[in-house]
């Protein structure tokens, strides 16, 4: 089925562990984007990547790093995990940049603790 | 700076019918996008508002006064499976991001009751 795959759906890690969060689309979209989404707040822009070799932050980019290592894959790194970054992360991707009523297609998320 | 406002809960019974409202302010304004998820599962885009007035998609429409800063989504004819958090959404316009980012409100979850 087309749309957004995310690996793995369920992680713990140990506080200074790291990891590699994988997302794929096959929808031959040009923007990819990481969101978290905590209790209470909504979604919040982590890293997006308007096209395949560009990145830019978002809102909440500290303690994380992104690849956009080809049209269809955007990997979200965390090098030091921090209890503050348990948090359910979503992949998501859009068909361009400037057509917003196309919206989001979101990955199924990955649940992430920090212990 | 850029935020949303939306109630964090509504409740209503099956067969009636729900407004979830949606307040917003950002540097500019490119359309406001309501996205449904179900607990456990991923958002899913419902619908998109560029331009004034309402737009209709099956039981959900959605609704947008660009010089209120407002709009509102609206469920009709409700059923059990409506039950989700509803979120809205504007593309941040500001000139330090390209215009790339999109900013979620908080959420409103549904509780449709038999």
């Known amino acids: 089925n087309a749309g957004v795959t995310q690996t793995p759906k369920f992680q713990v890690l140990k506080t200074g562990q790291s990891m590699t969060l994988q997302c794929a689309q096959d929808?031959?979209?040009?923007?990819m984007y990481w969101y978290r989404q905590d209790p209470g707040m909504g979604l919040r822009l982590i890293y997006y990547?308007?096209?395949?070799?560009?990145?830019d932050k978002g809102e909440v980019p500290n303690g994380y790093n992104v690849s956009r290592l080809n049209k269809r894959e955007f990997s979200l790194r965390l090098e030091s995990a921090a209890p503050s970054q348990t948090s359910v992360y979503f992949c998501?991707?859009?068909?361009?940049?400037?057509?917003?009523?196309?919206?989001?297609?979101f990955g199924s998320g990955t649940r992430l603790t920090v212990v | 700076g850029q935020s949303l406002e939306q109630p964090s809960e509504v409740t209503a019974v099956e067969g009636a019918i729900v407004q979830i409202n949606c307040t917003y302010q950002?540097?500019?304004?490119?359309?406001l996008s309501w996205y449904q998820q179900h607990d456990g599962g991923a958002p899913t885009f419902l619908s998109y508002?560029?331009?004034?007035g309402l737009e209709e998609t099956g039981r959900f429409s959605s609704f947008l006064s660009r010089s209120d800063s407002y709009g509102y989504l609206l469920l009709q004819e409700l059923q059990m499976k409506d039950s989700a958090s509803y979120f809205c959404?504007?593309?941040?316009?500001?000139?330090?991001?390209?215009?790339?980012?999109?900013?979620f409100g908080a959420g409103t979850r549904l509780f449709v009751k038999a």
């Open positions: 998501a991707s859009r068909r361009d940049r400037g057509l917003e009523g196309y919206g989001y297609t």
């Open positions: 929808m031959n979209h040009n923007s």
């Open positions: 990547s308007a096209s395949e070799g560009t990145t």
């Open positions: 950002t540097s500019g304004f490119y359309g």
């Open positions: 508002n560029a331009l004034d």
């Open positions: 959404a504007v593309r941040d316009g500001g000139l330090n991001t390209g215009g790339f980012k999109t900013i």
